[in-house]
């Protein structure tokens, strides 16, 4: 079974300290995508980070990047000098592209972790 | 470019009743996906339109549950009779490409989300 899991329901930093969050997925596939989506209180859930499964070198994304560990099936984000508005949900998820008749492309999501920065 | 919409933002209704659901894609995307998350749990998927057709239902809880995407373009997601374990928020998603190999057609845009309360 393809699941993803995020094992810290909440996380607390300090504005400008660095953060990571950890997600654990577990699949059998050798191709897929990792994501990171943020979703900020009240507002829609937006992509933060994307990484795929071939590429070695880490995904960054200026104040984010991931650390892919594909052998321990582990990607987790971490956010640096943090700020304010980096307060909200994150959710990791999971995709394996395929194509063709039948393809779905759905997201396998974690349960989140509802993140905390304190000014 | 107007992002993903979605109708009502909250929804309170009675075991029994019935609620409707709907969801407006960005335009000129072909894919559309309905995917809910019940409380402190994960987002999960329930379902995958390309444009009037289901791609993809292996989501969808149960008969009480019908989904259609008339014409390709917005989406509604009925649920009739209403039950407890229903309550959560319903989040939908549209993406131009649901093959994923490279490029970021592929990328699905989230909703704000419907919150669903089921008394």
Request: neutral net charge; hydrophobic residues 30%.
């Amino acid at each position: 079974a393809q699941t993803v899991t995020q094992s810290q329901p909440e996380m607390s930093v300090q504005e400008a300290e660095t953060v990571t969050l950890s997600c654990t997925y577990d699949t059998s596939e050798s191709d897929y995508y990792l994501f990171w989506y943020k979703q900020p209180p009240s507002r829609q859930m937006i992509l933060v980070i994307r990484q795929e499964a071939y590429k070695q070198q880490n995904a960054t994304e200026n104040r984010f990047s991931v650390n892919f560990q594909k052998a321990a099936k582990s990607f987790s984000l971490k956010i640096s000098d943090s700020q304010l508005g980096d307060a909200a949900m994150y959710f990791c998820a999971y995709r394996i592209p395929k194509e063709g008749g039948g393809a779905t492309n759905k997201l396998i999501f974690g349960t989140g972790t509802l993140l905390a920065v304190q000014p | 470019e107007a992002g993903v919409t979605q109708f009502p933002s909250h929804s309170v209704i009675e075991k029994g009743q019935t609620v409707t659901l709907r969801c407006d894609p960005i335009s000129g995307h072909d894919n559309l996906y309905w995917y809910r998350r019940v409380m402190g749990k994960e987002i999960k998927f329930l379902l995958h339109f390309v444009k009037e057709s289901k791609q993809d239902e292996s989501g969808m809880p149960n008969n009480r549950f019908l989904a259609e995407r008339t014409g390709g373009t917005y989406s509604t997601l009925k649920v009739q009779p209403a039950e407890l374990e229903d309550s959560g928020v319903y989040f939908c998603a549209s993406s131009q490409s649901s093959m994923g190999f490279s490029g970021t057609s592929y990328e699905q845009y989230f909703g704000p989300g419907t919150r669903l309360t089921v008394t």
